[in-house]
């Protein structure tokens, strides 16, 4: 690969999303205070590193829109921009859990860093009413689809992923699917997670990395994958992997790699985005340490036609 990326690739910034859209990229995260949602763009990847965070929306002073915000992503919904991102009422736990519910900011102008034009959060509605999160998106089979992280009160665990087709950016068209729940040891580590999905499409599959167990060093990416010409909302046609495929490097000093998406270097090489930290040893909640930082690295596609994230490398300037 012609380009060095640095490790870490921008500091501090948790759950990150790079999208490549025509001549720019487009940087999207978490930010460690929790209170607003802030996009950069760049006309090449490495000037993402640089360029000036604009702030399109902070948290409300009270209210559901008002405490921990979290996790958001920029899509395109046919000519529209989209932000998803989740929201809590409060840092309260409730029965094990933060209150966070899903989010939509819509935006019909041309530039996203254009903070005017986006429109009021709408709330995404699921059939179920309760802690959901990591909602993502993408154009399939000339449909568009919703990929979220969601506790059901019936299920043990943290959160299972759903999908659903989309009627709009913020309203689900017919009932979703479970694709997932954590089930093997290493999904079920200090939490039983499954959140943070992102989507890739490679050799006539559909992939699903996501993210399993607690935000400390046993933090993972799990992989699911489907025939991209089958039927999405038929559980029977996915696949998991028994085994996580990017984890903890103990060697590099690289901890809980997860929370991932994609995109693409100039050359059309395809890359991991990530967060991972860089020690184990946590004062409190994992939460609140901020030391997440945004890292890339390239991958590769095996003879068989999945993925191989390798290991994550260690830090370099």
Request: with cysteine; glycine share 6%; charged share 20%.
């Amino acid at each position: 690969m012609s380009l060095h990326l640095p490790n870490p690739f921008i500091p501090q910034r948790a759950d990150p999303q790079i999208m490549r859209h025509k001549d720019h990229y487009y940087f999207i995260a978490s930010v460690p205070e929790y209170d607003r949602l802030e996009l950069r763009a760049a006309d090449s990847l490495m000037g993402l590193r640089e360029a000036e965070p604009v702030t399109l929306w902070e948290k409300d002073h009270s209210g559901p829109l008002s405490e921990l915000i979290w996790a958001p992503e920029l899509h395109r919904f046919g000519q529209q921009w989209v932000i998803y991102f989740a929201a809590a009422p409060g840092r309260e736990i409730k029965e094990g859990l933060f209150q966070h519910r899903m989010y939509a900011l819509v935006s019909d102008h041309d530039d996203p860093l254009v903070a005017s034009q986006w429109q009021p959060p709408r709330r995404v509605h699921t059939p179920i009413d309760s802690f959901s999160l990591d909602a993502t998106s993408f154009h399939h089979q000339g449909k568009n689809w919703y990929l979220w992280a969601q506790k059901d009160p019936a299920i043990a665990g943290n959160s299972n992923l759903y999908l659903a087709e989309l009627e709009n950016p913020w309203t689900l068209k017919g009932p979703p699917v479970m694709l997932s729940k954590p089930e093997f040891e290493w999904e079920c580590r200090g939490f039983l997670v499954n959140e943070g999905p992102a989507v890739i499409v490679h050799g006539g599959r559909l992939f699903v990395t996501y993210s399993a167990s607690a935000t400390d060093e046993n933090y993972a990416l799990g992989l699911l994958w489907i025939d991209e010409d089958a039927d999405l909302l038929n559980p029977d046609n996915w696949h998991k992997s028994a085994d996580p495929v990017f984890t903890t490097s103990w060697e590099n000093q690289q901890f809980g790699p997860g929370h991932n998406s994609f995109t693409t270097d100039e050359q059309g090489q395809p890359l991991l985005v990530y967060h991972a930290r860089n020690y184990t040893e946590i004062e409190g909640d994992p939460l609140w340490d901020p030391n997440r930082h945004t890292r890339i690295k390239p991958f590769a596609w095996r003879a068989d036609g999945m993925p191989d994230f390798g290991v994550p490398p260690a830090d370099s300037p």
